[in-house]
């Protein structure tokens, strides 16, 4: 009798620094978790040497791959954006330039501040005749011998990735297909985002940003996904989208902006389903990788979405979960500004050549060499995998403190402080400017670096607590395996409630939910289980921005009540009793998604207790033997108090003086400040 194979579902999330894998059983519902070093040069190399880990020896079908990557996150943190050319409507030119005229932090607190350069210089920026009302009407055609001269002029100068957004083409695409037509004739080797398939939705300079955000990742995405697919063979591959969905590695490539936060996307779906199963209902997540750190928001077991994003200073309007990304992560390099002050990223040595403390050439401290000399990390990575050189980094460390004239260990402890610093901005960025308040929450933090500092943001934040969930380091990769195949589709449709044609909006709705029915026919879902996920976008007339309320069914006076509902709880305040206060409808939504089985997470058996092994730690001004627990032989109901540290195969947990770990139930840390007498707390 033939041997019977398991079907394995597969997560893989690529960062800049580790490779996290996460294999799903289908059958028996057993978990396998590993990590590897990330591979910059190839990223596919990487991905490939974490499938061939995780997958047991047995006879195997793989299912699906399930990937999130942070090719393009990392690609628009770190600003490497190549030269990009940009067609747009005769006379708006100037469209980038002029942008909006919101300033960082208010007028107040920037007098001196400068609009940061386009993401395309003015000398690439072509215009090319022919004009379209609000409704698509044609007012002056289409320029095709303008179109022409304007493709070879980027042929001839050599650029290669080109931006089309026309005025009003959200209600028309006929002039941006035919600008593509006459870009693949001209010049074929270009690479082209047209607005009318990236972002349907008014607004010029919006949809003209995600456009261009869109060319200017395609190029290096593309050859990625195309990369594994191939090494993959005929094995279903998905890639993960910012909007907490998955979508076929094909479809992907058309629209790579919808990868922009990939894996922060799946780690907060992952982080939202642990926090989900420990009780707790409001909460903040945190990524910490070693190029980057994503913070989210938890209301209700459901990550917080968002179409007002965006990703370093490149402003994006894709449907996404409401992720912000600073570069803050285990690799964020310490240097010194012109000025001689410590600053801490947003440059990362990632994973090639990676701190010094890899000794893999690299020639700049970071937050890793500086968690390595204070002894709070162990002196290899993933379980001796990666050997560190912890006197490499001192040797680094103790430079640049001589620049600043601290001593080693003050110079370490800098680091750490402004780089908690920035990731406490981060979370402040997500509640307190949304109106929430940070003391409501707790925190689940995750990724290789994500827990290294989450004692210090108790005590900068005033945090409930700390949730640091099994195999945090995977934890994204496990979030792939948990979210659905998804897709969004808009269409601007603006009227005032008083006059809205219902049957117009119908019928937007329905050219919407055709188009998603074919999508997920595509991927192979039947149509009994199809789901799709109305919504619009309102706003009080004369209001400049929206808010996206469900439309379950199309009453539009029971959606301008939720509208109501929804505007007084984001800001406080509604005009329900003021009929005189006219609602518009702005935008039409459908999200069409097809459902896939979920892993649960299981709980943890009891077991003896555990015995700490001591290393040097400092946690303040000294060296101390501090105790290390393995996170492996933690069970349920025990409780480790700091200062400690808790090592685990892709994570590791300082315990600052005054703190307390607890396991729950599903092996779960719990972190809670338990001694507020501590020195080292700080209430500001």
Not at 299 to 319: D, F, M, Q, R
Not at 522 to 545: C, K, N, T
Not at 553 to 577: I, M, N, S, T
Request: proline share 6%.
């Amino acid at each position: 009798m033939p041997e019977q194979r398991r079907r394995v579902r597969v997560g893989i999330d690529t960062g800049g620094t580790f490779t996290d894998v996460v294999a799903f059983d289908e059958d028996t519902g057993e978990v396998f978790t590993t990590k590897t070093p990330s591979t910059p040069a190839d990223p596919a190399d990487g991905f490939l040497t974490g499938l061939r880990k995780v997958l047991p020896e047995d006879a195997v079908d793989i299912v699906a791959v399930c990937h999130g990557t942070t090719v393009a996150t990392n690609q628009l943190l770190e600003g490497k954006i190549d030269r990009i050319g940009f067609i747009t409507t005769e006379g708006y030119e100037f469209l980038l330039e002029i942008a909006r005229q919101s300033v960082p932090d208010g007028y107040g607190n920037s007098y001196f501040w400068v609009k940061p350069p386009r993401i395309v210089p003015a000398d690439l920026v072509k215009t090319v005749g022919g004009r379209l009302d609000h409704t698509g009407a044609e007012l002056r055609p289409f320029d095709e011998d303008q179109a022409r001269e304007t493709a070879r002029w980027f042929a001839r100068n050599g650029i290669t990735t080109i931006g089309v957004c026309f005025l009003h083409a959200y209600a028309n695409p006929a002039h941006e297909l035919r600008m593509r037509e006459i870009l693949a004739e001209e010049h074929p080797a270009a690479v082209v985002s047209v607005s009318c398939e990236v972002l349907r939705e008014y607004r010029e300079y919006e949809r003209a940003m995600t456009t261009l955000i869109d060319a200017a990742v395609k190029p290096r995405v593309g050859r990625y996904v195309q990369s594994i697919k191939q090494r993959l063979g005929d094995t279903p591959f998905y890639i993960m989208k910012s909007n907490g969905g998955v979508l076929s590695a094909d479809e992907v490539t058309k629209q790579p902006i919808t990868t922009v936060l990939s894996g922060p996307a799946a780690g907060a779906l992952g982080a939202a389903l642990v926090a989900r199963t420990a009780g707790f209902d409001r909460v903040l997540t945190l990524d910490g990788g070693g190029t980057s750190t994503d913070v989210s928001v938890v209301l209700h077991g459901e990550p917080t979405l968002t179409t007002e994003g965006s990703i370093g200073a490149y402003p994006s309007k894709i449907p996404m979960i409401d992720v912000v990304t600073v570069g803050a992560g285990g690799g964020s390099v310490a240097w010194l500004s012109p000025e001689g002050t410590l600053k801490v990223g947003p440059r990362s040595a990632g994973a090639d050549p990676g701190p010094l403390c890899y000794r893999r050439g690299g020639s700049e401290p970071t937050v890793t060499d500086a968690h390595a000399v204070l002894g709070r990390i162990p002196p290899h990575l993933l379980g001796g995998e990666v050997p560190l050189d912890v006197q490499a980094a001192r040797d680094g460390l103790a430079a640049l403190g001589a620049k600043l004239g601290l001593s080693l260990e003050a110079t370490a402890t800098g680091i750490l402080e402004i780089s908690a610093w920035n990731q406490a901005n981060a979370l402040r960025q997500v509640t307190v400017k949304r109106g929430l308040d940070v003391r409501d929450f707790a925190l689940t933090t995750f990724g290789g670096s994500g827990s290294l500092l989450a004692c210090r943001l108790v005590d900068i934040l005033g945090l409930r607590a700390v949730v640091v969930p099994r195999n945090p380091g995977n934890l994204s990769a496990f979030g792939l395996l948990t979210v659905d195949v998804k897709n969004d589709y808009v269409q601007t449709y603006v009227a005032r409630h008083a006059n809205l044609d219902v049957d117009a909006v119908q019928g937007h709705f329905d050219v919407l939910t055709r188009r998603a029915a074919e999508a997920l026919d595509a991927e192979g879902f039947p149509r009994d289980q199809h789901r799709y996920v109305r919504s619009a976008d309102l706003r009080y007339y004369g209001q400049a921005f929206e808010v996206r309320v469900p439309v379950d069914d199309l009453d539009p006076d029971a959606v301008v009540a939720g509208f109501h509902d929804a505007h007084e709880q984001l800001y406080g305040y509604c005009f329900r009793h003021r009929p005189e206060q006219q609602v518009e409808w702005v935008n039409l939504r459908v999200t069409g998604i097809g459902p896939i089985r979920r892993p649960t997470l299981p709980s943890l058996d009891a077991g003896p207790a555990a015995q700490p092994t001591f290393r040097r730690v400092c946690f303040g001004d000294e060296y101390a033997d501090t105790p290390i627990y393995s996170r492996d032989d933690l069970r349920p109901g025990d409780t480790v108090e700091g200062p400690a540290v808790i090592d685990e195969y892709g994570s590791t947990v300082p315990l600052h003086p005054g703190f307390t770990a607890t396991v729950d139930t599903y092996g779960n840390l719990v972190l809670t400040l338990v001694d507020a007498s501590w020195d080292g707390r700080d209430d500001s």
